[in-house]
């Protein structure tokens, strides 16, 4: 891994079952993920992915990148603009900076509304 | 201290009400403790993998992807916060002042190693900082930072933590829709 080093860009439709299927699976039952008419009632325009699933699927993109040995030491993300179903993630990244045995990647996840999730995902190097 | 600009945005003694309750439950230091109901185990390992797409073996064969950390110690459905979670007792407050929504805006964890299966975790929340009143995009409000940790206990008795979280969320006051 090297300064600059680019992971390529990967694609991920937003559908209503990649919301669902991803709150459960991360134990996360609050109804804004998985029931349509409670979302918009609450003033959203329809279910939300959760933040759970967004820190998740920049593991995710990490690792399909680095390769399964990959150690992840940490992910922080900066939470945007919300993910709805039918609309379609696009993740970037780049690895920002190499030092004492730590890589540090950027990562970006956009939706049509502007960015889902800025995230800082740190590996061992 | 004067703060003219807060002044504008929320009234001084609802401000300090909230400071002062944020102090408080501040020095309740890691709070909350509780296990997870489950051990970390394969059946909830598969259900996140296929949900997320991620293929690895290493989590076929006795490793939990990292960013499970958080899902062993989830309530589940119809689970509450106790009414001593540092986290909640600050919304609780907040929300009582009129801040009634929430949004996350950060997440921040950090993994000292990966899990394994047949490990269980016990987790603790503090609350880190309040911060506020800020004029934001959605509305007046606080940042409101709590701080998880995880642990394993070992039989000899030491708590090995296994797995950190700073997790901050927006309390605020709904603006005004203008139609």
Redesign the interface.
Known sequence: MNVGDRLPEWSLPITPTLVVSTAIATRDFQDVHHDRDIAQAAGSKDIFVNILTSTALCERYVTDWAGPDVQIRGISIRLGAPAYPYDTFTFSGEVTSVEDGVATIKVVGSVSLGDHVIGTVTVAA | MNHPASEALVDPAVHEKIMAEAERIKGWGEAAERFARDEVNQP?IN??L?????D???FKAGEA????A??WT?Y???GRPSEDDPLHAMMRALTGAGFTAV?????????DR?LEVGERLRVTTALDSVVGPKATGMGVGYFVTSRNTWYVDHPDGRGERVATMLFRVLKFI?REKTS
């Open positions: 909830t259900n996140w296929e949900a997320m797409g991620l690895n073996p290493r992807p990292p960013s499970m958080q899902v989830m589940g459905l119809g949004l996350g805006t950060n997440c921040e964890q950090s993994y990966y709904p």
